[in-house]
């Protein structure tokens, strides 16, 4: 069984940024790639970022790139996602997330285990 904690949410001004975190525990058991989505109200649940443990891969949202940096700490178990450059369309609760396999998917379902989730809110 995998737990994830999310952190780090809050308020910002646009242009401002924050960083998240996702301390994961009982990762020996083989989800070996984590995965950032969000969901904004009335709309579905979307990727944002992945990252493999193993070797450190990434892959981000177009809407993301550039923006937001998604990297991890094997000693801690966390991983982190450092938003910048943020805008108001970025509001939403923000999810950890991880699975098993080899590809960095970008659909929530090909996820098994997920985290609360921490509110972001941009203002304009």
């Known amino acids: 069984q995998v737990q994830l904690v999310e952190s780090g949410g809050g308020l910002v001004q646009a242009g401002g940024s924050l960083r998240l975190s996702c301390a994961a525990s009982?990762?020996?058991?083989?989800?070996?790639?984590m995965g950032w989505f969000r969901q904004a109200p009335g709309k579905e649940r979307e990727f944002v970022a992945g990252?493999?443990?193993?070797?450190?891969?990434?892959y981000y949202a177009d809407s993301v790139k550039g923006r937001f940096t998604i990297s991890r700490d094997n000693a801690k178990n966390t991983v982190y996602l450092q938003m910048n450059s943020l805008k108001p369309e970025d509001t939403a609760v923000y999810y950890c997330?991880?699975?098993?396999?080899?590809?960095?998917?970008?659909?929530?379902?090909?996820?098994?285990?997920w985290g609360q989730g921490t509110q972001v809110t941009v203002s304009s």
């Open positions: 997330a991880a699975r098993s396999g080899l590809r960095i998917g970008v659909l929530a379902n090909e996820y098994n285990y």
């Open positions: 009982g990762r020996a058991f083989g989800s070996n790639i």
């Open positions: 990252i493999r443990w193993s070797g450190g891969s990434t």
